[in-house]
């Protein structure tokens, strides 16, 4: 059968517009660093990257370098951690300047890609869709563990709002969140949705 995160994982990706406390599973990810405004050109290239290997894998078996238990399966939704850089937060006033910006971009990949395919996804993107930015991916194990989380609509701008009342939440609940870094996990594609009807959920870890 094949897995689709959208029926089989709906609780990490689909929560409701509501704050909610969740466990979060180690889960594989092809991931890549950057910095910058996320608003400017160069973060396409991120993006575009990381699907290039996502596809890899899922279309393996028409490569034929497929592993023995591979599973059809839906590709998983773009992901970002984000934070700001070192200067930035030792003269934070509350408002944010994107061009300080640091990013972790990366997409979750399903449970059969081990490090060696993983590693060998890469070594065949790299001849087929030669791009820089393949020698900055990693393949990672990733778990968040207890996070507050939350399904945000609208455009990235108006994310604070959101995170006001997952701070609310976490506070009720006796929460606290561990560091000022939080997810995104992007349903919504930004090139061909309205800024007032993107989905986006947010998450922060806590303890």
Known sequence: MKHDWKKNDKQYYLPKNKPELIEIPKFNFFTVEG???????FFAEYIGVL???SYAVKMSPKQGFAPANYE???VFPLE???D???????NYNGTLDKNTLVFKLMMRQPDFVTPEFA??????TKKKK???????VKFETIEEGRCVQMLHEGSYDSEPASFAKMKEFADANNLLR???LHREIYLSDARKVAAEKLKTVLRFCVK
Do not use: F, Q
């Open 35 to 41: 910095k910058g405004n996320p608003n400017d050109d």
């Open 51 to 53: 699907y290039s290997l």
């Open 72 to 74: 059809e399966y839906t």
């Open 80 to 82: 970002g951690v984000w």
């Open 84 to 90: 700001i850089n070192d200067e930035a937060k030792k």
């Open 119 to 124: 590693a060998e996804a890469i070594a065949r």
């Open 130 to 136: 030669p791009h820089e930015l393949l020698n900055k």
């Open 178 to 180: 561990i560091s000022m």
